[in-house]
C-alpha cells in the first residue's frame, strides 16, 4: 500500500455509511503472517487483533465468526452452540465466494452478501480492538460497540483456550 493512499474498500464504504468512527492501521502483509505479523508490525497485544474467520456448518451455510488474534476456535464448541452437527473452515475458494474477500483480507463488514455473525463474548470487553478493513495489510481500530450496531453479532464462548 503506498503510504498516505489508504484503500477505499466495502469495508470502509459500510463503516462510513454508519458513521462508526474507526483509524486506520496499514502494516506490511505476509502471507500465512495472520494476526500475529499485524500485532507484531502495529506492535499492540495480539489479543486485540480480531480476526475474520469464514466458516460452513454441515449443511454448507457460511458464516462469519470473529475470534481473538491469539486464540483459536473451538470448532466442536461452536456446532454445539449453533446447534449444527459440525463446522467447518471454508476452503480459501469458497470464502473468497462467500465474502468478496481474499483471503488474509476478510471483513466482517462488506461482505458480498450478508451472513450470519458469531463474536467471541470478551471481544466485547475490549475497550478498543483492531479488525481487517478489507484488504491484506490493513486494520482498522473501532470501539466494540460500533460493531455490534453494525454487525449485530451473536455472542459466543468457543475460543479455545491456549
Known sequence: MPAGKLPVTPAIRVLRQHDVAFTDHPYDYEVRGGTAVAARELQVDEHITVKTLVMEDDQGHPLLVLMHGDR?????????ALGVRSVTPCAPEAAQKHTGYLVGGTSPFGTRRALPVYVERSILALPRL??????RGYLV??????LVRVLQPTPVDVALTP
Do not use: Q
Open 72 to 80: 483459536e476456535v473451538s470448532t466442536r464448541g461452536l456446532a454445539r
Open 130 to 135: 483492531l479488525i481487517n478493513g478489507g484488504r
Open 141 to 146: 481500530g473501532l470501539a466494540p460497540a460500533d
